[in-house]
């Protein structure tokens, strides 16, 4: 199943966000993943599978180094899914 997850990373007790965030995203690229980043969030979209797998092994890694809060919104209404018509039988709105 093709899903969407918006995933936001916050550092704590630390100064510098900019290398644990910028880490964090740069883990988060995988194949058969697209991975946008934006100013407050980074969307992940992808089947379920290897969203969560990446956003699995991102947290561990950054948590090696890091204390972290992790905020992770998922959905399989997303809109990568409608736009290649992979819309669920029965789910006729727009």
């Given at each position: 199943?093709?899903?969407?997850?918006?995933?936001?990373?916050?550092?704590l007790?630390?100064?510098a966000?900019a290398q644990?965030?910028e880490?964090?995203?740069?883990?988060l690229?995988m194949?058969?993943?697209t991975?946008?980043t934006?100013?407050?969030?980074?969307l992940?979209?992808?089947?379920s599978?290897?969203?969560?797998?990446?956003?699995?092994?991102?947290?561990?890694a950054?948590?090696?180094?890091?204390?972290?809060?992790?905020?992770?919104?998922?959905?399989?209404?997303?809109p990568?899914?409608?736009?290649?018509?992979r819309?669920?039988k029965?789910?006729?709105?727009?």
């Open positions: 199943m093709r899903i969407q997850a918006q995933v936001s990373i916050y550092p007790r630390t100064e966000l644990p965030v880490e964090f995203c740069r883990k690229r194949p058969d993943l991975v946008t934006q100013s407050m969030s980074t992940i979209v992808g089947e599978d290897d969203v969560f797998e990446a956003v699995r092994q991102a947290f561990a950054l948590s090696t180094d890091y204390d972290i809060v992790m905020d992770l919104k998922v959905s399989n209404a997303c990568d899914a409608v736009e290649t018509g819309r669920k029965g789910n006729d709105r727009q």
